[in-house]
């Protein structure tokens, strides 16, 4: 089943994002991240996580950097700390977009999730991050796509 959270709200951490992604990006996966072009220091972020390197232009307006997912390049996103800018400009992760294989799509910095979930052990994870996300009086909208 297609999943998706939307965060509607500042968090003060990004765990049940990373609960996710540890669990829905495995190496092998390909990975995609998308940055605006404005966003120098992203994009040079973005080529160090990309172990292929491959820039290429996604739009008139965006950069698109390909590679694959390894256990080093999803130890350091997953070390990455929380962006932290105000609140107008929301921001969990670095990136505008991060896809992952065909089960993990990050959106908007981090605040859309989209998830495709073909087991019982997703959805435990999904339900885990959502109760993170409670815990922490967090609103967001749930469902199915």
């Known amino acids: 089943m297609n999943r998706s959270i939307y965060v509607l709200e500042d968090v003060t951490s990004k765990e049940y994002w990373n609960l996710l992604f540890n669990h829905f990006a495995h190496e092998g996966d390909t990975l995609e991240i998308r940055c605006w072009k404005e966003e120098r220091e992203e994009i040079k972020k973005a080529l160090y996580y990309a172990e292929s390197k491959e820039q290429t232009q996604g739009t008139l307006y965006e950069v698109s950097i390909k590679g ?14 929380i962006s932290e800018v105000s609140f107008s400009d929301r921001k969990v992760v670095s990136f505008f977009t991060m896809n992952v294989g065909t089960s993990f799509s990050s ?5 859309e999730v989209y998830l495709n979930a073909s087991s019982s052990k997703d959805e435990d994870i999904i339900k885990r991050a959502l109760e993170i996300l409670d815990s922490q009086d967090v609103e967001y909208v749930y469902g199915e796509f």
């Not at 997912?69 to 700390?81: D, G, N, Y």
């Not at 959106?107 to 605040?111: D, K, L, S, V």
Request: charged content about 35%; proline content about 5%.
């Open 107 to 111: 959106e908007h910095y981090g605040t």
């Open 68 to 81: 694959i997912v390894t256990e080093e390049i999803k130890t350091k996103i997953l070390e990455e700390p």
